[in-house]
């Protein structure tokens, strides 16, 4: 049912409950650890679910394991001829939050120096704020999109999606379909050249994603004696070469379609081989671009023994592996050279790496949306070091791309909201990005 509950009002505020809806999301806890740990995403599913059904949407909730929640709805668009449907999806999980870190508790959803902070604010309960803000406001007003919608409010994207948008497209793919492409985070942001002109990212590729264990089996013993199988000293030596290792640099379409703009936009001749220069040109951006030229692996955890004095059989370390779209083979062949064969290699999550063409019509409505609202706007493409849904949803042959629309201020450390202390949005920018994904679904 997608029939608005009220009588039709020419009055169009896509903007009016976005900061609203963002804060009371904000506000409903849903940190996963990546280990069932945590208070899943069902309050905030059932909070999106009632928005929705509030102004006439059915919705399916439905859960992978207990408490992992997700939502799906479809909305019918103005042109009954047109099945091509556009799935715009979002995540309800965020990374955890340490309140004693913060500058504002994380779970408050406070208005402070005109920007709304929370865990989650950037990550991504401001752009499943626009989605319902916009919705909301076009069935009260009886404007329907160009073509039909399918929204999609996901558990556990922050642990690689297992429970959330694999989960769905394994178990049902059949409110995916009809679906050819789609938009969701990480993309739509404005990086500031001038007063006059914003490059705007978006996110046409992203890396693939490799959380390894690595674990070496050595001769357990006595901490005072001669050991000359140590399973602790083989695997730090390995997770040393594999953390110092210096990935070559593979510059992909989209990447080096990014350099060509932007160094033309800053007047510069941007050196993928030069990180430092990446990062003065491009501010807090430049820690996302250098990411994207070349596959990278990160240590991030290490486990072994129980005792001071007992050496352990087993030494484990865990990996946050990255690699390029078009390059998994010569990034497993690199840690097979690099770790050696004393080193048993395991993924615990691996999942693809996937790039489309910045072109179309769906390209043009995202560059004329902007436009709409900001005449300084130039779109670019780019590509994704980290990770989204959109993995899964490629699966069934949907084009995705990243465009949750925020105009940011110059001063602001985008890429350092991501994950960080005292994540937070500026007010206005969650205001322009509902406008801006409005006139988005006229032109799509």
């Known amino acids: ?12 505020s896509p903007d009016r409950e976005v900061v609203d809806l963002c804060r009371d999301l904000l506000r409903i806890d849903t940190s996963n650890f990546g280990d069932d740990s945590g208070p899943g995403e069902r309050p905030a599913a059932e909070y999106v679910a009632e928005k929705l059904t509030e102004v006439g949407l059915e919705t399916t909730v439905f859960e992978s394991a207990p408490g992992r929640t997700s939502v799906v709805a479809r909305m ?14 979002g995540h309800l999980d965020v990374v955890p939050a340490d309140a004693a870190e913060w500058t504002h ?15 989650g604010a950037v990550d991504m309960k401001d752009m499943d704020a626009m989605i319902l803000s916009v919705v909301r406001d076009r069935l009260r007003t009886g404007r329907r999109p160009a073509r039909p919608l399918i929204l999609a409010f996901l558990a556990d994207e922050e642990a690689g999606g297992v429970l959330g948008a694999h989960w769905a497209v394994d178990h049902h793919a059949e409110l995916f379909e009809g679906a050819t492409e789609a938009i969701s985070e990480v993309g739509g942001f404005s990086l500031t050249v001038r007063d006059d002109l914003r490059l705007y990212l978006i996110e046409t590729a992203q890396k693939g994603i490799d959380w390894m264990r690595l674990t070496v089996d050595g001769r357990a013993g006595h901490g005072s004696m001669v050991s000359s199988g140590n399973a602790v000293t083989e695997l730090a030596e390995a997770v040393a070469r594999l953390g110092r290792y210096e990935w070559p640099v593979r510059v992909n379409p989209t990447v080096q379609a990014f350099l060509d703009a932007a160094g033309e936009a800053f007047g510069v001749t941007l050196d993928p081989d030069d990180p430092e220069q990446l990062l003065k040109t491009l501010g807090s951006v430049g820690r996302i671009i250098a990411a994207t030229v070349r596959n990278t692996t990160n240590p991030t955890m290490l486990k072994a023994g129980y005792k001071h004095n007992v050496i352990p059989g087993r030494a484990e370390a865990f990996i946050d ?3 390029l779209p078009g390059y998994e083979e010569e990034f497993a062949a690199t ?14 999550v691996h999942d693809i790496a996937v790039q489309t063409e910045f072109s179309g019509s769906l390209v043009d409505a995202m560059t004329a949306a902007l436009l709409s609202e900001d005449p300084g706007a130039q779109t670019v493409p780019y590509c994704l070091s980290g990770g989204t849904d959109a993995k899964s949803f490629s699966t ?5 791309f990243g465009f949750a629309p925020l105009r940011l ?6 890429a350092g909201m991501f994950h960080g202390v005292d994540e937070r949005v500026p007010v206005e920018s969650l205001r322009f990005g509902a406008r801006v994904l409005d006139t988005f679904l006229d032109l799509a």
């Open 396 to 400: 069934l042959g949907i084009r995705n």
């Open 409 to 414: 201020p110059p001063e602001l450390d985008f």
């Open 335 to 348: 840690l097979d050279e690099i770790l050696g064969p004393n080193v048993k290699r395991e993924s615990l």
């Open 105 to 119: 508790d994380p779970f408050s959803g406070e208005i402070v120096d005109g920007c709304l902070w929370g865990r």
């Open 321 to 323: 592996g990255r690699f």
């Open 76 to 89: 019918d668009g103005a042109d009954p001829s047109r099945s091509d449907a556009l799935l715009i999806h």
């Open 1 to 12: 049912m997608t029939e608005p509950t009220s009588t039709p009002s020419p009055e169009r």
